[in-house]
């Protein structure tokens, strides 16, 4: 691990070092790890939509790199002993498609998700970057995604013991369908633990539900009024 940082240092130096010499000819390695760490769990669920039987999903990557002015491919690859869902069944993978775009400094895994046999279950499927002609695999902590395939509603990662206090509150499936139903959003992941969604957004989202809440008051699971933690 301190070998791999002094290796990003000196990379990151270098590229520095080139931009205020306008000089070019840098060739050192360049690594790619997924935003999410390897233990935590990226949902998708049917449940969000009755009337769905797939649906897209990309995963974010980053990269320790330069920019380069040609697309460029990552490798990554199923781990069956590892999941409990089946390629073909639950989702497919192009290896084709996953790539970085040209000049671009983030990468995306896509995953086509379907609803094959779940009838109300929940399978996860395991995926593993793998060193290719244009990346190595960095961050060991960061060299596996898991993505829960759901067709019911569960608590997500991201409902975590900030929004237990400061956010949305306790965790109910009432709440959180009744959240989605509103907002018409399902992912509150931020964009330091991954996600697409600054601080500022977030709040903003949970702060219209609260408003929605007080004037269309509802019940939540235990006969109480359902009620959001956040200030605002």
Not at 110 to 119: A, E, F, M, T, V
Request: hydrophobic share 40%; with cysteine.
């Amino acid at each position: 691990m301190k070998h791999f940082w002094m290796i990003c240092l000196g990379g990151l130096l270098g590229l520095a070092a080139c931009s205020e010499d306008k000089l070019t000819g840098y060739s050192g390695d360049s690594y790619i790890y997924f935003a999410k760490e390897s233990c935590d769990s990226t949902v998708f669920s049917f449940a969000y939509d009755k009337n769905l039987t797939e649906g897209d999903l990309s995963l974010k990557l980053n990269m320790v790199s330069v920019l380069e002015s040609r697309e460029r491919t990552f490798a990554v690859r199923f781990l069956p002993k590892e999941s409990t869902a089946k390629e073909g069944v639950h989702f497919e993978l192009n290896a084709a498609e996953q790539t970085v775009a040209a000049n671009d400094s983030v990468g995306y895994m896509h995953l086509n998700i379907k609803k094959g046999d779940l009838h109300e279950n929940t399978v996860t499927a395991v995926f593993e970057l793998m060193e290719s002609d244009d990346f190595k695999v960095g961050l060991p902590a960061h060299t596996k995604a898991r993505v829960i395939i759901s067709d019911k509603l569960s608590q997500p990662d991201w409902w975590d013991n900030w929004h237990e206090t400061s956010g949305l509150g306790a965790y109910t499936d009432l709440k959180y369908a009744a959240f989605i139903e509103e907002m018409g959003v399902h992912d509150l992941t931020m964009e330091k633990d991954g996600g697409t969604l600054t601080y500022s957004e977030v709040r903003s989202l949970i702060l219209r539900f609260k408003r929605i809440l007080g004037k269309n008051p509802r019940p939540d699971k235990d006969g109480s009024t359902m009620s959001v933690a956040m200030n605002g």
